[in-house]
């Protein structure tokens, strides 16, 4: 087929597309419930769409496939690998197509170093965690949790030593879906070295956290320095993209021991995806040297500035809402299915929450904030107690 043959659409096509368009500009201006930024610009990287290009393999190695983006993947996870404090020359990673594909290579990861091993995930890890167990064929327990979000660290402990004869492989939330809560990496640590365990593996899912994290001046342990193995971040979340994206980090010598060579890409084969989007590189490698670390520190600290405002504007109106520190998720008491449809509020049992994504405005907070103050209908399922627990 050439390039005359590919068509035109008709007027009626145009017209529906015009129409998706409109509305979603509309559903824009309400967008403040995913942690999804809406503040990018990646026009003038649209011209590498007429390419078929293809980031199938290993971003280090070579492949027969040229026609890819893999230098500036491989400098998008050296970024990602500085932020993470991963060790130096003794690292590897890929963009993946979102946080839920670098959980499943890390928790695939610890599978294949520890094939008899047992998964722990907090029951406010994000759903998708479950599948992926179920995907792997994996043992796993889910653990308690506080009620503040974060791992409930006896009933690890006590579960880890009932099971003390497997490997741990421990899936560690930094910045839970729900809660924003992070998990306590140094009182994880602590556990396996008072149960004398020396083989496990600690996998942490830093979706949201993971761009936040590098940028304040008083983080929690969460990455590499502080034990990881490896780490999965969204791109499309803090940096923001229209292309759901993310990037994996893991240490060179475990994926060493996975990767396998295949010979009709003439590569390694190290990723999950056979073929990768060549696209999202190019757009977290745009959005650094373009926002650079410096605006994304900035906009960090704007996030964490509206998230104290819509605090501030909740307790105005005598309702509770809370955040964990260096988090953007603003907790609150669910409120009626008109506002939760509206607002596209994600909600659980008796929370829902905001997060304060950078386009998230102060204006946008006003008017929500008045529509709760309107809100007749108490909590659907549970109440906020003014120590911050959602009790269910
Ligand atoms: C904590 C956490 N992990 C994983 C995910 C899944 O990430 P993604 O949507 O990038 O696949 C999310 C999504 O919100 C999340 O909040």
Redesign the pocket.
């Known amino acids: 087929m050439s390039e005359s043959e590919l068509g035109t659409l008709s007027a009626a096509d145009r017209q529906r597309l015009d129409e998706l368009n409109a509305r979603l500009k509309e559903l824009n201006g309400t967008f403040i419930g995913y ?1 999804c930024s809406g503040v990018f610009d990646y026009a003038p990287l649209f011209h590498f769409l007429r390419y078929p290009f293809n980031n199938v393999g290993d971003p280090f190695v070579t492949s027969n496939y040229q026609l890819n983006t893999h230098e500036f993947e491989r400098e998008v996870v050296e970024i990602f690998a500085r932020l993470t404090r991963a060790p130096e020359d003794a690292s590897w990673g890929y963009v993946t197509g ?3 594909e670098g ?1 499943m290579y890390g928790i695939f990861l610890g599978r294949e170093l520890h094939p008899e091993g047992v998964v722990y995930y907090s029951e406010d890890t ?1 759903y ?1 965690v479950n599948k992926i167990l179920r995907c792997l064929h994996v043992r796993n327990i889910m653990i308690k949790s506080d009620p503040d979000g974060r791992i409930d660290l006896e009933d690890l402990r006590e579960t880890i030593r009932i099971h003390r004869d497997v490997p741990p492989i421990i899936f560690a ?1 930094v ?3 729900v809660k924003g809560a992070v998990d306590d990496l140094p009182g994880i640590k602590k556990i396996l070295h008072d149960l004398a365990i020396s083989q496990y593996y600690l996998h942490v ?1 830093a ?2 956290s993971g761009m936040i994290l590098p940028f304040v001046e008083h983080p929690q342990p969460w990455n590499f320095a502080d034990g990881a193995h490896s780490i999965s971040i ?1 791109g ?1 979340k803090m940096i923001g993209a229209p292309i ?1 994206c ?1 990037v994996v980090l893991a240490k060179k010598k475990n994926v060493d021991r996975i990767a396998r060579q295949i010979e009709y890409v003439g590569t390694l084969d190290t990723t999950i995806p056979g073929s990768r989007n060549a696209f999202s590189p190019l757009m977290l490698w745009y959005a650094f040297h373009t926002v650079g670390e410096e605006g994304l520190r900035r906009s960090v600290r704007r996030c964490l500035e509206t998230a104290d405002y819509a605090i501030a504007r909740f307790a105005a109106i005598g309702r509770a809402a809370w955040r964990h520190p260096n988090s953007v998720t603003v907790v609150f008491d669910r409120p009626s299915q008109n506002i939760v449809r509206k607002w596209q509020l994600a909600v659980l049992h008796g929370a829902a929450h905001i997060i304060t994504m950078p386009h998230v405005s102060r204006e946008q907070i006003d008017r929500f904030v008045a529509d709760m103050a309107e809100d007749e209908s108490p909590a659907a399922n549970g109440e906020l107690s003014p120590e911050g627990e959602t009790i269910p």
């Open positions: 942690p979102g946080g839920t959980n994000h998708s939330n910045g839970t879906t899912d979706a949201l969204s499309h759901p993310g």
